[in-house]
């Protein structure tokens, strides 16, 4: 059974730091992995999706990394800035198509 | 394209109550998927459909949930008999057919259920 785990759960940091968040997944075979973010109260927003052949994705300050043999992908967002507090999950899919596993998400706040 | 719109956005039921929650996925999205999500943790599966078949349930869909897709556009989930560990956010997702980009899943901005 796949799990995602994403540690830390919260995290805080100074506006303007790099952010750093992890994903691990016990079953490395995966279609592909999609980052969200998520605002209080609020449904999920896409962020990135990684295809299992793909090594990474860009899209502005934010860049996903994908290592399926280690089961983990991190996601770097440069320059952080206070809209960015919110709870970012990663999720995994082993098929097309098919359900999306979760993992806890981490919570971040980046203060001004 | 509108994105994925769900129907009512908050719920308060009593313990013991049936309710009904819509969701409208975006258009020429076949695919659709229902999670549950509880307070700090990621949303949980409950279900697939692909037009009108029901392809995948999950074992956290007890007899009490049904989800229907009549027409292959909207769907609603039911719950008969809601008890207080039914309170969640009930997130609904659609998707296109296909590999690659349109394969990513869309959320509405989920019905948030409190049972008392």
């Known amino acids: 059974k796949q799990e995602v785990t994403q540690i830390p759960a919260a995290l805080s940091v100074p506006e303007g730091e790099n952010l750093v968040l992890n994903c691990s997944f016990t079953d490395s075979a995966i279609y592909n992995l999609q980052w969200f973010r998520q605002d209080p109260g609020k449904g999920l927003t896409s962020l990135l999706l990684?295809?299992?052949?793909?090594r990474e994705q860009t899209s502005g300050r934010l860049n996903a990394s994908l290592d399926k043999s280690s089961g983990r992908s991190t996601l770097y967002i440069a320059a952080s800035q206070p809209g960015d507090s919110a709870t970012y999950l990663c999720a995994v899919k082993i098929a097309a198509g098919n359900k999306l596993t979760f993992g806890g998400g981490t919570r971040v706040l980046v203060k001004p | 394209d509108t994105g994925v719109s769900q129907n009512p956005r908050h719920k308060i039921t009593k313990r013991g109550q049936n309710v009904t929650f819509r969701c409208d996925p975006i258009s020429e999205h076949n695919r659709l998927y229902w999670y549950r999500q509880t307070l700090g943790q990621g949303p949980e599966f409950l279900t697939y459909f692909q037009n009108e078949a029901q392809l995948e349930k999950s074992r956290l869909l007890s007899d009490r949930f049904s989800a229907e897709r009549p027409k292959g556009s909207f769907s609603t989930l039911e719950i008969q008999r809601t008890e207080q560990g039914d309170s969640a956010m009930y997130l609904c997702?659609?998707?296109?057919?296909?590999?690659?980009?349109?394969?990513?899943?869309?959320f509405g901005p989920g019905t948030r259920l409190t049972v008392l």
């Open positions: 990684i295809q299992s052949s793909q």
């Open positions: 997702a659609s998707s296109r057919r296909g590999g690659g980009e349109a394969d990513t899943q869309y």
